[in-house]
């Protein structure tokens, strides 16, 4: 990944020992924004939607930020209407239905807000939750740019090896090459130039990265994936070695907004380093 490495790393504080929850990506992705625990069924991509649907007392991030009067917004790279093919909004399976995502498209285990009740059942997730496309044309203005928007590329993109056509970049290269595309126009954005913050993370594992079977096991923990901050009040080539998580991802952006922590965020042993961030800047918003 040589624009994140050569490129983006010089440029950001990297939060060395952040480690994933599970393998797959829907506990991982539920934890960052609703504080909830894997469980069996997550870690099996829900095969049956409806059943993982959180009930509407279990709150997220988004409805915490909602309540507070800001504005928010998840981006989601290739989410169309099955049946017509168009851009839609939160599109997931219908109840007792599992996920059938195309190859290298969107799949509705990377996008965690129809798994909430709080959001489906008012309309939330139907306004905010949007296709990608929409992004460009809304960090234009820092008054079109939501206070917190969560960006999610499709499965060809988020690094998955095999779901991208043949001849194109697969794996983390698919990965770095959405990271190029879109993060210059980020950071040039002005939002993120007034007070903005991007946070560049992984997931899941790539368990279908192909293996080479002359070369040495891979050294380490493939849970520990690394995350990039970005911001103009962060040091640039700076690291941070604190152990952090995706309860940490949530419990960092609730203090950066000043809410209160939900879920598992709320634990004790949970470490956080949006209190450092908020205190670099009078007012902090996520891009």
């Known amino acids: 990944m040589t624009y994140l490495a050569n490129e983006l790393r010089p440029k950001g504080d990297l939060l060395s020992e952040f480690k994933l929850l599970d393998k797959a990506a829907l506990p991982n992705s539920i ?7 894997p469980s069996a069924r997550t870690k099996a ?15 997220t991030l988004v409805d915490q930020l909602g309540i507070a009067k800001f504005t928010w917004k998840a981006y ?3 989410m ?3 049946a017509t093919g168009q851009p839609d909004n939160c599109v997931h399976p219908e109840p007792d239905t599992a996920a059938n995502p195309a190859t290298g498209g969107y ?3 990377l996008n965690p807000f129809p798994y909430f009740h709080s959001l489906l ?9 949007v296709p990608l496309t929409e992004l460009e044309k809304d960090l234009k203005k820092a008054k079109s740019t939501p206070s917190y928007s969560y960006i999610s590329p499709n499965l060809c993109n988020v690094g998955i090896s095999g779901q991208c056509p043949e001849g194109a970049p697969d794996g983390a290269a698919a ?7 879109w993060v210059p126009k980020i950071l040039a954005s002005p939002a993120y130039e007034e007070d903005g913050l991007l946070i560049v993370t992984f997931g899941q594992v790539n368990g279908a990265a192909p293996v080479d079977p002359a070369a040495p096991a891979p050294a380490g923990d493939p849970l520990k994936v690394g995350t990039l901050l970005l911001s103009p009040f962060v040091t640039p080539g700076a690291t941070d ?3 952090y998580d995706p309860y940490s991802l949530l419990r960092s952006t609730e203090d950066l907004f000043g809410l209160t922590p939900i879920g598992k965020a709320a634990g004790k042993k949970v470490k956080s380093f949006g209190v450092t961030l908020r205190g670099g800047a009078e007012s902090t918003a996520g891009d």
């Open 107 to 109: 799949s509705v285990t």
């Open 45 to 59: 991509g829900c095969p049956n939607y409806d059943e993982c649907v959180y009930p509407a007392e279990d709150l």
């Open 241 to 243: 070695a604190v152990a």
């Open 80 to 82: 169309v209407d099955p």
């Open 31 to 37: 934890a960052a924004v609703g504080g909830q625990a």
């Open 121 to 129: 059942d008012l309309g939330d997730c139907a306004s905010n939750d």
């Open 175 to 181: 990965a770095d090459a959405f990271l190029a595309t």
């Open 76 to 78: 989601m790279e290739g």
